[in-house]
């Protein structure tokens, strides 16, 4: 009776879904540090606060900021952070934003990033080919979150990460310049 007994509940307790523990905003730190022992040159500093995007990067005078929404942040797992923080970092370390600032001037033919996004957005044939290079640019950043979670010993194709981007492709939002989930998902989970 005793080990049928010990049997039921151990059966019980694996059926049990496993909780993850939500990241916090004091989770920040922790992952800056990981990320700089592995990246030269790290250096990002954070803002957690609302905003349409989940989270961004953004660089001004030499700086990066992270900036994160408290709602996703405390949707996502510590390992999924870890993830994002290095996916965001990854567009600073690639130069992304430079790069579609100087492509956004040559496909609109005017002197500034701001003035050609601006005016991109009333010409969708050229607003298509900054989008298709913007969507290229976030894969590259995943490929390379995914290098440094291995540098790590974090495998990035977990559960915790998929559902960091797009909602684990529950919400299935359509974003011209970001790949689908599933073409993300793809990315992240190929074999080396």
């Known amino acids: 009776?005793?080990?049928?007994?010990?049997?039921?509940?151990v059966a019980f307790i694996c059926?049990?879904?496993?909780v993850t523990l939500a990241a916090e905003e004091s989770d920040l730190p922790t992952v800056i540090t990981q990320l700089s022992k592995i990246i030269p040159d790290f250096k990002l500093d954070y803002a957690v606060e609302r905003t349409r995007s989940r989270a961004y990067v953004s660089e001004k005078?030499?700086?990066?900021?992270?900036?994160i929404d408290p709602d996703f942040l405390n949707f996502i797992s510590p390992t999924a952070l870890l993830f994002v923080v290095a996916h965001e970092y990854a567009h600073v370390y690639f130069h992304h934003q430079e790069k579609l600032g100087v492509e956004a001037m040559q496909l609109a033919a005017l002197p500034t990033p701001e003035m050609a996004f601006e005016a991109l957005a009333s010409q969708p044939v050229q607003q298509e080919k900054l989008d298709a290079l913007n969507r290229q640019f976030e894969l590259d950043a995943d490929e390379q979150a995914v290098k440094w979670l291995a540098k790590l010993d974090i495998v990035a194709?977990?559960?915790?990460?998929?559902?960091s981007i797009?909602?684990?492709g529950v919400s299935m939002v359509m974003d011209r310049s970001h790949p689908g989930f599933y073409t993300r998902k793809q990315l992240i989970c190929r074999k080396p």
């Open 157 to 163: 194709c977990s559960s915790d990460v998929l559902a």
């Open 1 to 9: 009776m005793v080990r049928w007994l010990m049997a039921w509940l």
């Open 61 to 67: 005078q030499g700086d990066s900021v992270l900036t």
């Open 166 to 168: 797009d909602d684990g």
């Open 15 to 18: 059926l049990l879904p496993t």
